[in-house]
């Protein structure tokens, strides 16, 4: 009896649920005005290449409207007693939740991500992030900070392209439940989501200027970094960039957390469940077309079971869809721009040249569009920049191991230090690996799974301060 492969047909989500504007302004004091200098720049999507819409650039003269709103709201958010701000922040998550469709619809669309990610993953998550902060709105004097916690002022967040509003949600939620006032600028490619949060402000309620979302490129953000009325910078993005924002407030007064790049060691021991392991690895690095700073782009596989393990993940490989992100089988969608494709191609094409053998995954890529597909080298060192550099994108390195303290040394050999996961089924194992490698969050039998309740930040060069959790509140307190 031969196996028999059953084809899906089609069937993909309607985009009839969102109402995509022609153009949009910037949200400043709760309005939506356009850009003091009448620039504007076109949102693309991944996927097709068609334009979306045509989105407002801010310039120097709007970052310092939207600054002086925020600080003029201060006052006022700031003085609310916090079950009030609660009661802002709860109807914030439950309109997130009501319009969780369309906000799904709305970033595949934007960014390239595959809806049931967008629909499963990152909208209940955005949702859960606004739940979790409300409840700790009147508690402040609880979480360990010091009996009377204030807040900071006025907040200057720069998010990314890669989770959008997962993103705007991490840094919204600590910063409103603490009291401060924010001034967002979300990534040049993906600036939709947050402009349509903006409404759900506006629906919630929220006072004017609590909440101002300013879209435009990288000089927007570093103008709004520097800006001497922000008392908070918060940023998730390159390590490049971090490093940039770390030269620009250094000296003043500012308070700064920096979530930045990473090079995730996923470590699969010989006991670990083979097929357990491989979902791991896959949903490690394959989700969000390896667009995720946590990634386990370096496999290390004990050497016992590294055939075994190989010829697993091909086979599983082989059975990924990729293709329209809006259809709702579609495992892997779109890069989310050309420029980041095209560095996914260099370093890939790298790989090859030094000498590691590539493997893709047999799948036919849409003509139109950013596409690139799931890849797999083996034949790694340390020394090759697909084993040192952050790739991010669906770019696999393996490496192998023999003994524990190899696998910990190699986990180490990085700048980076964000993320790691270990398979085995040894919980004695588990523990003793955890506490030597040198990464903020480790996932044991398990990889990107993520929970408001837990704290999530880097070391070295992936950066400093958590965000999640009690200790999220941190950042947004004068402590």
């Given at each position: 009896?031969?196996?028999?492969?059953?084809?899906?047909?089609?069937?993909?989500?309607?985009?009839?649920?969102?109402?995509?504007?022609?153009?949009?302004?910037?949200?400043?004091?709760?309005?939506?005005?356009?850009?003091?200098?009448?620039?504007?720049?076109?949102?693309?999507?991944?996927?097709?290449?068609?334009?979306?819409s045509e989105v407002a650039q801010a310039g120097a003269a709007d970052v310092e409207d939207a600054v002086r709103?925020?600080?003029?709201?201060?006052?006022?958010?700031?003085?609310?007693?916090?079950?009030?701000?609660?009661?802002?922040?709860?109807?914030?998550?439950?309109?997130?939740?009501?319009?969780?469709?369309?906000?799904?619809?709305?970033?595949?669309?934007?960014?390239?991500?595959?809806?049931?990610?967008?629909?499963?993953?990152?909208?209940?998550?955005?949702?859960?992030?606004?739940?979790?902060?409300?409840?700790?709105?009147?508690?402040?004097?609880?979480?360990?900070?010091?009996?009377?916690?204030?807040?900071?002022?006025?907040?200057?967040?720069?998010?990314?392209?890669?989770?959008?509003?997962?993103?705007?949600?991490?840094?919204?939620?600590?910063?409103?439940?603490?009291?401060?006032?924010?001034?967002?600028?979300?990534?040049?490619?993906?600036?939709?989501?947050?402009?349509?949060?903006?409404?759900v402000c506006r629906q919630a309620g929220l006072p004017k200027g609590v909440v101002n979302i300013l879209t435009?490129?990288?000089?927007?953000?570093?103008?709004?970094?520097?800006?001497?009325?922000?008392?908070?910078?918060?940023?998730?993005?390159?390590?490049?960039?971090?490093?940039?924002?770390?030269?620009?407030?250094?000296?003043?007064?500012?308070?700064?957390?920096?979530?930045?790049?990473?090079?995730?060691?996923?470590?699969?021991?010989?006991?670990?469940?083979?097929?357990?392991?491989?979902?791991?690895?896959?949903?490690?690095?394959?989700?969000?077309?390896?667009?995720?700073?946590?990634?386990?782009?370096?496999?290390?596989?004990?050497?016992?079971?590294?055939?075994?393990?190989?010829?697993?993940?091909?086979?599983?490989?082989?059975?990924?869809?990729?293709?329209?992100?809006?259809?709702?089988?579609?495992?892997?969608?779109?890069?989310?721009?050309?420029?980041?494709?095209?560095?996914?191609?260099?370093?890939?094409?790298?790989?090859?040249?030094?000498?590691?053998?590539?493997?893709?995954?047999?799948?036919?890529?849409?003509?139109?569009?950013?596409?690139?597909?799931?890849?797999?080298?083996?034949?790694?060192?340390?020394?090759?920049?697909?084993?040192?550099?952050?790739?991010?994108?669906?770019?696999?390195?393996?490496?192998?191991?023999?003994?524990?303290?190899?696998?910990?040394?190699?986990?180490?050999?990085?700048?980076?230090?964000?993320?790691?996961?270990?398979?085995?089924?040894?919980?004695?194992?588990?523990?003793?690996?955890?506490?030597?490698?040198?990464?903020?969050?480790?996932?044991?039998?398990?990889?990107?799974?993520?929970?408001?309740?837990?704290?999530?930040?880097?070391?070295?060069?992936?950066?400093?301060?958590?965000?999640?959790?009690?200790?999220?509140?941190?950042?947004?307190?004068?402590?």
């Amino acid at each position: 009896m031969t196996d028999q492969i059953f084809e899906y047909a089609p069937a993909p989500e309607s985009r009839a649920i969102v109402d995509i504007a022609p153009s949009y302004g910037l949200f400043i004091d709760g309005e939506f005005r356009e850009a003091a200098e009448g620039k504007v720049f076109k949102t693309v999507s991944p996927s097709t290449e068609e334009v979306l819409s045509e989105v407002a650039q801010a310039g120097a003269a709007d970052v310092e409207d939207a600054v002086r709103a925020a600080r003029a709201a201060f006052t006022g958010w700031s003085a609310l007693p916090g079950t009030e701000r609660a009661k802002y922040i709860f109807r914030i998550a439950r309109i997130l939740q009501e319009r969780a469709r369309e906000l799904a619809v709305l970033e595949t669309l934007d960014n390239g991500k595959p809806i049931r990610e967008t629909r499963d993953a990152d909208l209940p998550l955005v949702a859960a992030h606004f739940f979790y902060y409300a409840g700790w709105a009147d508690k402040l004097e609880h979480a360990g900070f010091g009996p009377a916690p204030r807040p900071l002022g006025v907040a200057g967040q720069v998010i990314p392209w890669n989770f959008p509003l997962l993103m705007l949600a991490w840094k919204i939620a600590p910063a409103l439940a603490a009291g401060n006032t924010v001034v967002l600028k979300p990534a040049e490619t993906t600036p939709l989501s947050a402009l349509f949060f903006a409404d759900v402000c506006r629906q919630a309620g929220l006072p004017k200027g609590v909440v101002n979302i300013l879209t435009g490129d990288g000089a927007t953000g570093a103008g709004l970094v520097a800006h001497p009325g922000i008392d908070k910078v918060a940023f998730t993005g390159s390590t490049a960039v971090g490093k940039e924002i770390a030269r620009t407030v250094a000296g003043t007064r500012k308070k700064v957390t920096l979530e930045l790049g990473g090079k995730g060691a996923n470590i699969v021991f010989d006991d670990a469940p083979i097929d357990q392991a491989v979902e791991g690895i896959v949903n490690g690095i394959y989700f969000n077309q390896g667009q995720v700073c946590c990634a386990g782009s370096r496999l290390l596989v004990q050497e016992s079971v590294q055939d075994e393990l190989l010829d697993a993940l091909k086979r599983r490989l082989g059975t990924l869809r990729v293709g329209d992100p809006m259809d709702k089988n579609t495992d892997v969608g779109a890069i989310n721009s050309a420029e980041q494709l095209a560095r996914i191609t260099e370093l890939a094409d790298s790989g090859e040249a030094e000498g590691a053998e590539r493997w893709s995954a047999p799948c036919e890529l849409p003509s139109n569009g950013y596409w690139f597909a799931p890849t797999v080298f083996t034949g790694v060192s340390q020394a090759h920049r697909i084993a040192r550099e952050e790739i991010f994108g669906p770019v696999l390195s393996v490496l192998t191991f023999r003994t524990p303290d190899e696998a910990v040394a190699k986990a180490n050999n990085t700048p980076y230090g964000l993320s790691a996961g270990i398979w085995t089924e040894k919980g004695s194992r588990i523990l003793a690996m955890a506490s030597r490698l040198r990464a903020g969050v480790v996932w044991a039998n398990t990889f990107n799974k993520f929970d408001p309740t837990s704290p999530f930040g880097g070391y070295q060069e992936s950066g400093y301060g958590r965000e999640g959790g009690r200790h999220g509140l941190e950042a947004y307190l004068d402590v």
